[in-house]
């Protein structure tokens, strides 16, 4: 469904406003255009400059400081630290290995997302290796908890 039409005159207005004030608050002000897309593409049709808000500035030059290398640095460090407590952690319940899985799990398709590989799978694949694999880590994991939950038994 389109949206309202507006006059030319209230385009110019708003541009003439949001060139000095940016469009975040012209768009408050003057309680039009409704979207942020609406109100840029109004700024590219009649050439006008409109000047990042602050915030949006700072966000940007975030974004250009923190790129794709430091990104996926900090994504596997994340997988690092999720490996490290599953591993040192005696006393893991079920709930905390399954949150901690999903937080490295996001990670992984982190990654994937940042080096244009795919992030998601589409259900229909057979069990083959991979899936045998995971099963026997699950098995050794439960196996190595099962043993550390009987030492501190004995150890009581």
């Known amino acids: ?51 990042l808000d602050e915030l949006k500035q700072k966000a940007a030059e975030f974004n250009d400081w923190y790129g794709t290398e430091e990104q996926l640095i900090a994504m596997q460090e994340v997988i690092s630290r999720g490996r490290e407590y599953i591993t040192q952690k005696a006393d893991l319940t079920p709930d905390e290995f399954k949150k901690t899985v999903e937080g490295m799990k996001r990670a992984i398709e982190t990654m994937q997302l940042l080096q244009g590989k795919a992030t998601t799978r589409t259900g229909t694949e057979e069990a083959g290796e991979t899936d045998a ?15 550390a939950v009987g030492q501190r038994n004995q150890g009581d």
């Open 1 to 51: 469904m389109p949206g309202p039409k507006y006059t030319e005159q209230e385009k110019l207005t708003y541009l003439e406003n949001a060139s000095l004030i940016g469009h975040s608050r012209a768009m408050r002000e003057l309680g039009y255009p409704k979207h942020w897309n609406t109100a840029n593409l109004w700024a590219k049709e009649y050439g006008v400059s409109i000047a």
């Open 133 to 147: 694999a995971i099963r026997n880590l699950l098995s050794a994991f439960e196996s190595d908890e099962q043993r």
